[in-house]
């Protein structure tokens, strides 16, 4: 019995290896903030500490922010994207009760960014019209073709700089955000830029220092 047992494991784990080696993904995220005339008040809906879509509380937003995810299939296999996630972080100089905030890591010395955003996976089982199961809900990204996944949301007004984060999983069934790795036993990938944020409220060209 152990021997069956043995044997069926070595061929999951090829499978999963067979699965894993021929996907080549490349994955870069970027973003776009677009200052509202008028603040709106909505929910204050992201991933508690358990992973799961939680409301914790009402919250004034001054901008609307557009985050792409890029995808190019280097590969010669389709690949069906099952999992994606992102989130936003800013400078926070105040904490919730008007303390000042501890902005860097005495160990290490990185700056301490504050998250304000955090999303479910979006692809989720609505994502995709019409669809009934868990197994149709995914982007079909071909091989040697460029996709892009534009989200929209609504965020209170960042400082200074915004980091804009994502990661997506080569799980071929829908994990996030409750799990972090499935049955192919692989880490999600990740991407991360940040931007400076001008006067006006507009997202700064790294290189001219302009509205980009």
Not at 26 to 40: M, N, R, T, W, Y
Not at 126 to 133: A, F, G, L, T, V
Not at 138 to 164: A, D, H, M, R, W
């Amino acid at each position: 019995m152990s021997i069956v047992n043995d044997i069926t494991n070595v061929i999951v784990h090829y499978n999963n290896y067979k699965i894993v080696s021929k996907n080549w993904i490349q994955f870069d995220i970027s973003v776009k903030l677009f200052p509202l005339d008028e603040k709106i008040k909505t929910a204050y809906i992201s991933c508690n500490k358990k992973k799961i879509m939680s409301e914790f509380s009402t919250r004034y937003n001054n901008y609307i922010a557009e985050i792409v995810c890029k995808f190019f299939n280097k590969g010669r296999k389709p690949f069906k994207l099952y999992n994606l996630q992102v989130w936003l972080n800013t400078l926070k100089l105040k904490r919730e009760d008007g303390s000042d905030k501890k902005l860097f890591d005495e160990k290490t010395g990185r700056l301490r960014l504050s998250r304000i955003f955090t999303s479910g996976n979006l692809l989720d089982s609505n994502i995709i019209d019409n669809s009934q199961k868990n197994s149709d809900n995914y982007y079909y990204i071909g091989p040697q073709i460029e996709q892009n996944i534009s989200f929209l949301t609504l965020i209170p007004e960042p400082k200074e700089v915004i980091q804009v984060n994502g990661r997506f999983s080569l799980e071929q069934k829908r994990i996030f955000p409750s799990e972090d790795i499935g049955e192919l036993n692989v880490n999600p990938h990740t991407a991360s830029t940040t931007y400076k944020i001008g006067k006006n409220g507009f997202i700064l060209d790294p290189i001219t220092q302009q509205v980009g």
